[in-house]
């Protein structure tokens, strides 16, 4: 079956950087969206970036955007998330989610597969 398993979690201070990995399994699909969507604690889950399998482009949240980069190794089927300067803000379970199909919409409701998720703490 097609599986998800997310990696890179853990506690860092604020200002430094971490990378989370997605490593995808059991399936071949020539169009599809992967990424993450985070929950911090007594917040709703919130998209925070993906990437197009069909021509490699991007989405981002604002509250990420010029410190979060995402990329996807084909050869190797796994997607990085590289995070760089964190803030407190971002602690949260993040998520790694996968929509059939093309394009970069992403919302919680239309993801196909899911991860089971992986903790990310920021210290201030």
């Known amino acids: 079956e097609v599986q998800l398993v997310e990696s890179g979690g853990g506690l860092v201070q604020a200002g430094g950087s971490l990378r989370l990995s997605c490593a995808a399994s059991g399936f071949i699909f020539a169009d599809y969206a992967i990424g993450w969507f985070r929950q911090a604690p007594g917040k709703e889950h919130e998209g925070v970036s993906c990437i197009s399998s069909s021509d490699s482009s991007t989405y981002y949240a604002d509250s990420v955007k010029g410190r979060f980069t995402i990329s996807n190794d084909n050869a190797k089927n796994t997607m990085y998330l590289q995070m760089n300067s964190l803030k407190p803000e971002d602690t949260a379970v993040y998520y790694c989610?996968?929509?059939?199909?093309?394009?970069?919409?992403?919302?919680?409701?239309?993801?196909?597969?899911w991860g089971k998720g992986t903790l990310v703490t920021v210290s201030s």
């Open positions: 989610g996968l929509r059939r199909g093309k394009g970069t919409y992403w919302n919680y409701y239309g993801i196909d597969y």
